[in-house]
Protein backbone atom coordinates (compact mmCIF):
# COMPACT_ATOMS: atom_id res chain seq x y z
CA UNK A 1 0.00 0.00 0.00
CA UNK A 2 1.05 3.72 -0.63
CA UNK A 3 1.20 6.36 1.68
CA UNK A 4 -1.09 9.46 0.52
CA UNK A 5 0.74 11.83 -1.03
CA UNK A 6 1.43 14.94 1.23
CA UNK A 7 -0.88 18.17 0.47
CA UNK A 8 1.43 20.62 1.18
CA UNK A 9 5.58 20.58 0.48
CA UNK A 10 7.26 21.56 3.44
CA UNK A 11 10.99 23.54 1.60
CA UNK A 12 14.13 23.00 2.49
CA UNK A 13 17.34 24.71 1.25
CA UNK A 14 18.00 22.46 -1.26
CA UNK A 15 14.23 22.44 -2.83
CA UNK A 16 14.31 25.65 -2.68
CA UNK A 17 17.12 26.04 -4.85
CA UNK A 18 15.73 23.75 -7.09
CA UNK A 19 12.00 25.47 -7.67
CA UNK A 20 13.83 29.22 -7.59
CA UNK A 21 13.66 29.76 -11.53
CA UNK A 22 10.82 31.95 -12.62
CA UNK A 23 9.83 29.55 -15.29
CA UNK A 24 10.38 26.63 -12.95
CA UNK A 25 7.58 28.22 -10.43
CA UNK A 26 5.08 28.88 -13.50
CA UNK A 27 5.60 25.07 -14.61
CA UNK A 28 4.75 23.77 -11.40
CA UNK A 29 1.54 25.94 -11.04
CA UNK A 30 0.18 25.34 -14.84
CA UNK A 31 1.00 21.29 -13.51
CA UNK A 32 -0.96 22.07 -10.18
CA UNK A 33 -3.83 24.48 -11.79
CA UNK A 34 -4.34 22.28 -14.58
CA UNK A 35 -3.10 18.41 -14.27
CA UNK A 36 -1.04 16.26 -15.89
CA UNK A 37 0.43 17.11 -19.10
CA UNK A 38 3.63 16.70 -21.55
CA UNK A 39 6.64 18.99 -21.90
CA UNK A 40 5.00 20.18 -25.29
CA UNK A 41 1.63 20.67 -23.78
CA UNK A 42 3.13 23.01 -21.19
CA UNK A 43 5.47 24.41 -23.87
CA UNK A 44 2.98 25.95 -26.05
CA UNK A 45 0.70 26.79 -22.59
CA UNK A 46 3.37 28.70 -21.56
CA UNK A 47 5.11 30.06 -24.79
CA UNK A 48 8.23 28.74 -24.29
CA UNK A 49 10.67 25.92 -26.39
CA UNK A 50 9.75 22.40 -25.58
CA UNK A 51 13.41 21.57 -24.99
CA UNK A 52 13.27 24.64 -22.03
CA UNK A 53 10.34 23.16 -20.75
CA UNK A 54 11.73 19.30 -20.43
CA UNK A 55 14.97 20.44 -18.66
CA UNK A 56 13.70 22.46 -15.69
CA UNK A 57 10.70 19.90 -15.90
CA UNK A 58 13.56 17.03 -15.33
CA UNK A 59 14.94 19.56 -12.35
CA UNK A 60 11.28 19.93 -10.84
CA UNK A 61 11.12 16.00 -11.04
CA UNK A 62 14.64 15.74 -9.21
CA UNK A 63 13.60 18.27 -6.22
CA UNK A 64 10.48 15.83 -5.94
CA UNK A 65 7.80 18.53 -6.96
CA UNK A 66 6.86 16.79 -9.99
CA UNK A 67 6.98 12.94 -11.18
CA UNK A 68 6.30 11.27 -14.59
CA UNK A 69 2.74 9.28 -14.76
CA UNK A 70 3.84 6.27 -16.44
CA UNK A 71 1.10 5.19 -17.40
CA UNK A 72 0.73 7.87 -19.81
CA UNK A 73 3.43 8.32 -21.32
CA UNK A 74 4.87 7.15 -24.60
CA UNK A 75 8.89 6.08 -25.45
CA UNK A 76 8.47 9.91 -27.18
CA UNK A 77 6.35 11.76 -24.70
CA UNK A 78 7.02 11.98 -20.84
CA UNK A 79 3.72 12.73 -18.74
CA UNK A 80 4.35 14.92 -15.69
CA UNK A 81 2.13 15.65 -12.61
CA UNK A 82 2.62 17.66 -9.50
CA UNK A 83 3.41 16.01 -6.25
CA UNK A 84 1.77 18.22 -3.69
CA UNK A 85 -1.04 20.76 -3.78
CA UNK A 86 1.44 23.82 -2.58
CA UNK A 87 4.33 24.34 -0.34
CA UNK A 88 5.66 25.96 2.41
CA UNK A 89 7.90 27.63 4.52
CA UNK A 90 8.05 26.32 7.92
CA UNK A 91 10.25 28.97 9.21
CA UNK A 92 10.69 31.86 6.96
CA UNK A 93 13.31 33.49 8.76
CA UNK A 94 16.20 30.29 8.10
CA UNK A 95 15.73 31.60 4.71
CA UNK A 96 15.81 34.74 4.67
CA UNK A 97 18.65 35.12 7.36
CA UNK A 98 20.48 32.17 6.09
CA UNK A 99 24.76 32.15 6.47
CA UNK A 100 24.52 30.47 2.57
CA UNK A 101 24.31 33.49 -0.12
CA UNK A 102 22.83 30.94 -2.39
CA UNK A 103 20.23 30.25 -0.52
CA UNK A 104 19.17 34.16 0.47
CA UNK A 105 19.83 34.60 -3.65
CA UNK A 106 17.06 31.57 -4.00
CA UNK A 107 14.62 33.27 -1.75
CA UNK A 108 14.76 36.52 -3.53
CA UNK A 109 13.93 35.02 -6.95
CA UNK A 110 10.73 32.60 -5.21
CA UNK A 111 9.86 35.89 -3.86
CA UNK A 112 9.76 38.69 -6.57
CA UNK A 113 8.30 35.39 -8.83
CA UNK A 114 5.39 35.25 -6.13
CA UNK A 115 5.50 39.19 -6.09
CA UNK A 116 5.14 39.03 -10.24
CA UNK A 117 2.36 36.19 -10.56
CA UNK A 118 -0.23 38.21 -8.17
CA UNK A 119 0.70 41.09 -10.16
CA UNK A 120 0.07 39.29 -13.97
CA UNK A 121 -3.20 37.46 -11.94
CA UNK A 122 -4.58 40.67 -10.89
CA UNK A 123 -3.80 42.42 -14.19
CA UNK A 124 -5.33 39.64 -16.19
CA UNK A 125 -8.51 39.67 -13.79
CA UNK A 126 -8.95 43.32 -14.52
CA UNK A 127 -8.06 42.84 -18.08
CA UNK A 128 -10.80 40.59 -18.90
CA UNK A 129 -13.25 40.78 -16.12
CA UNK A 130 -16.16 42.31 -18.58
CA UNK A 131 -16.07 38.76 -19.83
CA UNK A 132 -17.32 37.16 -16.59
CA UNK A 133 -20.62 37.43 -15.48
CA UNK A 134 -22.39 40.33 -13.58
CA UNK A 135 -22.91 37.28 -10.84
CA UNK A 136 -18.80 37.60 -10.85
CA UNK A 137 -17.77 40.67 -11.53
CA UNK A 138 -20.17 41.41 -8.17
CA UNK A 139 -18.09 38.97 -6.29
CA UNK A 140 -14.52 40.20 -6.54
CA UNK A 141 -12.79 42.83 -4.20
CA UNK A 142 -9.37 44.80 -4.45
CA UNK A 143 -8.83 46.19 -0.77
CA UNK A 144 -6.28 47.47 1.17
CA UNK A 145 -6.63 48.88 4.51
CA UNK A 146 -3.38 49.84 6.60
CA UNK A 147 -3.66 48.94 10.38
CA UNK A 148 -1.38 49.75 13.63
CA UNK A 149 -0.09 46.06 14.41
CA UNK A 150 2.50 44.31 16.64
CA UNK A 151 4.56 41.68 14.73
CA UNK A 152 2.35 39.38 16.91
CA UNK A 153 -0.71 40.74 16.36
CA UNK A 154 0.18 41.28 12.33
CA UNK A 155 0.96 36.86 12.92
CA UNK A 156 -2.29 36.20 14.60
CA UNK A 157 -3.71 38.29 11.72
CA UNK A 158 -2.29 36.63 9.26
CA UNK A 159 -2.68 32.58 11.13
CA UNK A 160 -6.30 33.52 11.56
CA UNK A 161 -6.78 34.73 7.60
CA UNK A 162 -5.34 31.26 6.18
CA UNK A 163 -7.41 29.76 8.70
CA UNK A 164 -10.71 31.16 7.14
CA UNK A 165 -9.29 30.57 3.69
CA UNK A 166 -8.62 27.18 4.59
CA UNK A 167 -12.20 26.67 5.99
CA UNK A 168 -13.72 27.47 2.57
CA UNK A 169 -11.28 25.17 0.45
CA UNK A 170 -14.39 22.44 0.08
CA UNK A 171 -17.39 24.09 0.59
CA UNK A 172 -18.19 24.40 -3.36
CA UNK A 173 -18.17 20.83 -3.69
CA UNK A 174 -21.61 20.71 -3.36
CA UNK A 175 -22.45 23.63 -6.31
CA UNK A 176 -19.56 22.33 -8.71
CA UNK A 177 -21.19 23.51 -11.12
CA UNK A 178 -21.00 27.20 -10.48
CA UNK A 179 -17.60 26.31 -8.94
CA UNK A 180 -14.58 28.22 -10.39
CA UNK A 181 -10.98 28.49 -9.11
CA UNK A 182 -10.82 31.84 -6.99
CA UNK A 183 -7.26 33.20 -6.29
CA UNK A 184 -6.97 35.00 -2.73
CA UNK A 185 -4.00 37.10 -2.66
CA UNK A 186 -2.46 37.86 1.37
CA UNK A 187 0.05 40.50 1.69
CA UNK A 188 0.72 41.99 5.23
CA UNK A 189 4.00 43.57 5.65
CA UNK A 190 4.81 46.82 7.81
CA UNK A 191 5.26 49.75 6.55
CA UNK A 192 7.79 52.81 7.60
CA UNK A 193 6.11 55.45 9.91
CA UNK A 194 7.96 58.67 8.80
Known sequence: MTEPQPAVHSLDARSLRG???PLRMRLLAA???HGPATATKLAARLGESSASVSYH?????????IAEVPERGTTRERWWRAEHRGHRFDRLEDFLESPDPEVRGAMGV????VAAVHARELDGWLADSSEWSQEW???????DFTLRLTPELAREL???????VQSYRDR????????VPVRIHLHAFPRPTS
Open 158 to 164: VGRAHEL
Open 137 to 143: RRSWDLS
Open 172 to 179: AADDEAQA
Open 31 to 33: LRE
Open 110 to 113: FLNE
Open 57 to 65: LRQLGAHGF
Open 19 to 21: LAH
